[in-house]
């Protein structure tokens, strides 16, 4: 501990006011506008910054105190998890497809939040949005840190982890998040704050978060656990900004309304859309599951939304305008991705594989209104035809979305047997789409989303014109090691034989290290 | 009434604390989940700092919550003292 | 407003014909044949007969579905870009009007073994 200096102890208010507001100034020989050239182009009005609170209080002093004893915790758990073996104490390394995703798609993301939060922390013109925004910046970046440094300890043993930050740019299903996050960054500070700190931290990041670290919990991965709660403890203050971000705006001028409103509709679709691989995660890829897709959207998604949304109508905010086709995806779309999931799985730096006979049953269950009726007549064709010898492989590889970069793979709203189709012709191109909310988001700034890069479009121009195995060297991928079902997999083999060697007295120590 | 909640790790840090806002809440629901503890309360939800100082048997900044906190819903309201979280509709 | 933008901008789309070394790219999907996840993919010479598209590529990506070998290519109904077509087999891609990244679906009523009934 620091000797005691015999000194009054600052108010929480008063330290605030100090740290924040009396750290900036009135600049005396440049324009205001000059020194913060973005501030104003997204039609926001902002007439007074000082409005703006954070409602923790926090400030620096106190940030590096608590940051720390956070990276403490996090270090001792993932330090015994290492000299432990935990990896062993995994239910099942199915899970670890769980894990392979999130890596590739979501801990880049952190990265990529991380650009952002420091570039409209230098944009706003706001102290204590400048403040809240560092701090957010650090901590993003911390997230990206961590979960890579957790997740080494698995890369030591299984598969499909050693290439994710080619893969971020390279494999197709992460350009979904990488797009979320670069359509984010390259809109204006004001469009990126209610992006990313209030649809997808305050809206749905609860939805990653909670339950899938729940479900680490469930699944004996305590270096997921770690790295979830570790960040999961910023996340908090994230969604407190995010929320005190849009209150502040739409205070300060009723023209904001309609233009928040809008990207509330367009930022709201892209992260549901985003979050559905969560689901495929919940549903499927959980060994032991804690609850389902549409367990966790009831509690986190409607009870939440509607409380939040509620309390918003007082500025004239409606929820999105795509939340009842939100809901009406629900019970389909984790089946839907899971079956794309499997049937590229020759593409996937990660394991698929045919639901048990039991999983089916508790698919049933959690999925009264869609499951036996649409999608459990197919997992049994694809059961039939992978014990006939004939494994379902789908190499008409599939049409993606130009927003949202997803395959197509969702159904009509109110048609479950119906693939949904729009499509739309801009400068003489024609553009698909998954949805009308995507299309809708194209259409309002065209320009910016024509320049989409989607990678299986790609995968037939330069530098791999079609041919599948040059594409696979060029993301790093090892066929028949990385990709693949599950069953029969080097992972599933080591597996079994480590964890047979650690409750037996032969040499336990993990033999096939790479 | 909507409902807010706050999440927190099940460690024994949080024992005392979540102790406080029960005796503080009467009307709050206390759920035990996987590795976390969520509690659930119609329309607001107070932490009080003298409540969980009692508690705890020591000082406790009511800022030493970010170490353990999960999510939470609802507006913030923090001062020296207590921790607010409200819905206003 | 093509973009929010401070100044005049214009994209540059990365998906042009021009791109594909000669060759362009056609979707297809099946109504109703949900065993494919999302429409099929396929990147052909525009040269090549519809003819040969549909007994080549398209038979071979579709026989997988329990369906497959009791389609009857005459009687199906075929759209492109969501109007009804007809196409002429003989005649190339390019001359039954199917430019790059053209959808076409097709209907076989009556064929729905992996969809429950009374749905």
């Given at each position: 501990?620091?000797?005691?200096?015999?000194?009054?102890?600052?108010?929480?208010?008063?330290?605030?006011?100090?740290?924040?507001?009396?750290?900036?100034?009135?600049?005396?020989?440049?324009?205001?506008?000059?020194?913060?050239?973005?501030?104003?182009?997204?039609?926001?009005?902002?007439?007074?910054w000082d409005k703006w609170e954070d409602p923790f209080r926090l400030t620096m002093d106190s940030y590096w105190k608590y940051q720390a004893e956070k990276e403490r915790k996090f270090y001792a758990i993932i330090d015994a998890h290492a000299q432990n073996n935990g990896h062993l104490n995994l239910t099942d390394a199915r899970y670890l497809s769980a894990l392979k995703i999130f890596l590739q798609a979501i801990s880049p993301g952190e990265y990529a939040a991380s650009k952002g939060f420091a570039r409209v922390g230098r944009e706003f013109p706001g102290v204590g949005t400048q403040v809240a925004c560092q701090m957010q910046a650090i901590d993003e970046i911390r997230h990206a840190q961590t979960q890579i440094h957790a997740m080494s300890n698995y890369n030591?043993?299984?598969?499909?982890?050693?290439?994710?930050?080619?893969?971020?740019?390279?494999?197709?299903?992460?350009?979904?998040?990488?797009?979320?996050?670069?359509?984010?960054?390259?809109?204006?500070?004001?469009?990126?704050?209610?992006?990313?700190?209030?649809?997808?931290?305050?809206?749905?990041?609860?939805?990653?978060?909670?339950?899938?670290?729940?479900?680490?919990?469930?699944?004996?991965?305590?270096?997921?656990?770690?790295?979830?709660?570790?960040?999961?403890?910023?996340?908090?203050?994230?969604?407190?900004?995010?929320?005190?971000?849009?209150?502040?705006?739409?205070?300060?001028?009723?023209a904001n309304l309609p233009i928040i409103q809008s990207w509330i509709d367009k930022w709201f679709w892209r992260g549901f859309r985003l979050l559905g691989l969560v689901g495929t995660m919940m549903d499927y890829m959980l060994p032991k599951r804690v609850m389902s897709w549409r367990e966790a959207w009831d509690i986190y998604g409607v009870a939440n939304g509607t409380a939040l949304f509620k309390d918003l109508a007082r500025y004239g905010i409606r929820p999105p305008k795509s939340w009842d086709d939100a809901e009406a995806g629900i019970d389909h779309m984790s089946h839907q991705f899971m079956l794309g999931f499997y049937q590229w799985s020759f593409g996937t730096c990660f394991h698929s594989w045919i639901p048990s006979d039991e999983d089916m049953a508790w698919l049933a269950e959690k999925y009264p209104k869609s499951f036996n009726q649409y999608y459990l007549p197919r997992w049994q064709h694809i059961k039939k035809l992978a014990e006939a010898g004939t494994p379902f492989k789908n190499f008409g590889v599939a049409k993606l979305c130009q927003t949202c970069q997803l395959p197509t793979v969702f159904t009509e709203p109110d048609e479950a047997s119906l693939l949904c189709h729009r499509e739309g012709d801009y400068k003489g191109e024609k553009y698909h789409y998954c949805s009308d909310h995507c299309k809708e988001i194209f259409d309002n700034e065209p320009e910016k989303y024509i320049q989409s890069w989607l990678?299986?479009?790609?995968?037939?121009?330069?530098?791999?014109?079609?041919?599948?195995?040059?594409?696979?060297?060029?993301?790093?991928?090892?066929?028949?090691i990385d990709n693949g079902d599950y069953v029969g997999s080097q992972d599933e083999a080591n597996f079994q034989a480590w964890r047979g060697l650690a409750t037996s007295n032969s040499n336990a120590q993990a033999q096939g290290e790479q | 009434m909507s409902t807010v909640f706050i999440a927190l790790q099940a460690n024994e840090q949080t024992r005392p604390i979540i102790e406080a806002i029960v005796l503080d809440n009467p009307h709050a629901i206390v759920n035990q989940e996987p590795a976390m503890v969520k509690i659930d309360a119609e329309g607001t939800l107070v932490i009080r700092q003298q409540t969980v100082e009692e508690l705890m048997g020591r000082a406790f900044e009511l800022q030493e919550l970010h170490v353990n906190l999960i999510s939470l819903s609802g507006n913030v309201d923090e001062t020296d003292e207590t921790l607010t979280l409200c819905w206003n509709a | 407003m093509a973009v929010v933008a401070m100044k005049p901008y214009v994209g540059v789309p990365r998906d042009v014909v021009a791109n594909f070394n000669g060759m362009q790219l056609v979707y297809a999907s099946w109504d109703h044949h949900l065993l494919f996840a999302s429409s099929l993919m396929m990147c052909l010479p525009p040269q090549m007969k519809f003819r040969e598209f549909v007994e080549g590529p398209l038979t071979v990506l579709l026989q997988p579905d329990p369906d497959a070998g009791k389609i009857e290519w005459n009687k199906v109904q075929w759209l492109k870009s969501d109007q009804a077509f007809t196409p002429d087999f003989e005649a190339s891609l390019k001359d039954n009007g199917i430019v790059h990244k053209a959808l076409l679906r097709f209907k076989t009523p009556g064929l729905n073994s992996l969809l429950k009934q009374g749905a």
């Open positions: 501990m620091d000797a005691k200096v015999n000194r009054k102890k600052l108010g929480l208010k008063e330290k605030y006011k100090l740290l924040t507001r009396d750290l900036g100034w009135e600049p005396s020989y440049h324009a205001k506008e000059k020194i913060f050239p973005y501030a104003t182009y997204e039609g926001i009005k902002i007439h007074d030591r043993f299984y598969n499909g982890f050693h290439a994710f930050a080619q893969q971020r740019d390279r494999i197709w299903y992460t350009s979904v998040a990488r797009s979320f996050f670069d359509d984010a960054m390259s809109a204006g500070p004001f469009e990126f704050m209610i992006a990313i700190g209030f649809s997808f931290e305050y809206v749905l990041t609860n939805l990653l978060f909670v339950p899938f670290m729940s479900g680490a919990a469930y699944n004996g991965d305590m270096a997921t656990v770690t790295f979830g709660f570790s960040a999961q403890s910023d996340e908090a203050r994230h969604m407190t900004l995010g929320l005190e971000c849009i209150k502040f705006m739409l205070e300060q001028d009723p990678p299986l479009p790609q995968l037939f121009q330069a530098p791999n014109f079609g041919d599948i195995g040059a594409w696979m060297a060029w993301v790093d991928l090892k066929d028949g | - | -």
